[in-house]
């Protein structure tokens, strides 16, 4: 072989070993989710409302979700390595002054707050900054009402009438006073555990009430639309769970902090 061509054949074995290190992580990332998480397939979201020449589905990308809240014993290492977020530090521009109250103190949960119960009493910038922390990020609202309109049995949860009675169920019932663990009822059919019958869950777009556009970049947002103890063109008048998250997240600031409003993490593919 002559030495041009031994360099061409260097080169071909060079690039074939690179190909295959980024197919193989490609099929890696997608096929092996990371620990504690489910891949959760590309599918369909039904905003409640939707504007007159609006689609009424809005197409929902593959996503890693956390199969469980985050859970305080989690946060609390969050807050050994991160300690601008303590409750005793914490600016009130970024919580205000119910953030982290059931805890004893600053890295103390205390027994108010079980180390493997949901974290609650967290702004929405805390629980960005946490995801941020693990290299993660908060579920869009398209993200999470797709993944939570799933039952233990079927990804159309609203065609499966035992589901539905037990999540109106819990819509309907006060909060705990002091939170149970994580992952004692049965997971969806995606493996994704307590998004409903817990606690309620920031996402990233809470602000936004309703997603109208892509699922991460809602530029056909009309901000006209009723408020979410409307009914006027809602897709379903009966599905009251549904209306109650809308006119929650249309009542959050950035900085609240609520007793039963914990958070969980996502992932891009």
Known sequence: ?????????????????????SISTETNRTASPP??????????????????????????????????????????EFLRVNPKWRRSKVKPLFADSDYLKNWAGDLDPGPQALSDAPVTHVSWFAAKAYATWKQKRLPATAEWEYAAAASPSRPDGENDPAFLATV???????AQATLPSVGR???????VFDLHGLVWEWVSDFNTAMVTGDARVDSGLDRQLFCGSGSNDARDRSDFPTFMRYGFRSSLK???????????CAKDL
């Open 1 to 21: 072989m002559n030495a041009t061509k031994k360099i061409h054949a260097l080169l071909l074995v060079a690039f074939c070993g690179c190909l295959s290190v």
């Open 35 to 76: 620990k504690g998480m489910v891949l959760i397939p590309t599918g369909q979201y039904k905003p409640l409302f939707t504007a007159a020449n609006d689609a009424k589905t809005v197409a929902v990308p593959g996503f890693y979700l956390d199969t469980l809240p985050v859970k305080n014993g989690e946060f609390l």
């Open 168 to 174: 109106r169920a819990w819509y309907t019932s006060p």
């Open 185 to 191: 009822g049965r997971p969806n059919c995606f493996g």
């Open 254 to 264: 950035a900085s609240y902090t609520v007793h039963n409003l914990g958070f969980r």
